[in-house]
């Protein structure tokens, strides 16, 4: 399959999961069909549920630099649907050609992160109040800037505190062991690893629930990549990741 990670259905339940993010590549989902597979190239038709209407995308999964310009390509021949270009992360891409950026990375998980800090202490929350969302509201805030409550059917919580003040969140998604909204750590604690510590338990807590892998996204808030961009995905990347991909929007 296109991930090396998963069949077909497979990929298709997670991406369905993931659609609950409502990203520029991941919608609600109405149906997902594999109309063609390739040793480099697969093509995928989707159709979202945007605002109670049907909306048409295509989704070409890419696997060697060398092919990208022929799985560009093979997406304008889909006239009339959102073209969507996932890549390994080193391809060149012309950034002019392109609306919306994301990345996608996965991990084993059973794989080494950098040394996390220790003084950092977690807890796990499978079910909360309105005191326990008071304490994630601080973390986001303080993060990224704004609050999105994690939800009771979907997300195991992960919180990390550092001298008995909460620093640090994550929301696993128990349905695709995707990190939904990332790792978030305040900004005042940034650069001590405390990240590190998130994602090590996150990788932990997925593993003994059966999972093989974990996944994450992050949509970049410009086509070049903020400061905050770049430095989730460096983050990201510093550890170790299985997979990494680039995923584009093309302008149509």
């Keep these: 399959m296109m991930l090396k990670l998963m069949d077909f259905e497979n990929f298709v339940r997670w991406y369905t999961e993931l659609g609950k993010l409502k990203i520029f590549w991941a919608k609600p989902v109405k149906n997902v069909k594999l109309v063609r597979e390739g040793e480099d190239i697969s093509f995928i038709n989707i159709k979202w549920l945007v605002k109670s209407k049907v909306k048409r995308a295509v989704l070409a999964f890419v696997k060697r630099e060398e092919k990208v310009t022929e799985g560009i390509r093979g997406l304008k021949e889909y006239k009339g649907s959102t073209k969507i270009l996932i890549v390994p992360e080193d391809s060149f891409v012309d950034l002019n050609a392109i609306n919306a950026r994301s990345i ?3 991990w ?5 992160t950098l040394k996390p800090n220790k003084d950092v202490r977690l807890k796990v929350y499978y079910k909360w109040g309105e005191r326990e969302l008071e304490l994630f509201k601080g973390v986001h805030k303080q993060s990224w800037g704004f609050f999105i409550p994690p939800r009771l059917q979907d997300h195991i919580v992960i919180l990390g505190f550092l001298h008995d003040e909460p620093v640090a969140l994550a929301y696993l998604n128990t349905n ?16 001590k690893r405390i990240g590190t510590r998130i994602l090590a338990e996150l990788l932990k807590v997925a593993k003994s629930m059966g999972s093989s892998n974990v996944s994450v996204v992050r949509v970049f808030r410009s086509i070049r990549g903020t400061s905050s961009d770049i430095r989730a ?6 550890n170790n990741p299985l997979i990494r991909m680039s995923v584009f929007r093309l302008i149509d």
């Design 233 to 238: 995905r460096e983050f990201y990347k510093a």
């Design 104 to 106: 996608l990375y996965f």
């Design 108 to 112: 084993n998980t059973s794989t080494k």
């Design 176 to 191: 695709n062991f995707n990190i939904d909204y990332g790792v978030h750590v305040v900004r005042l604690h940034w650069r």
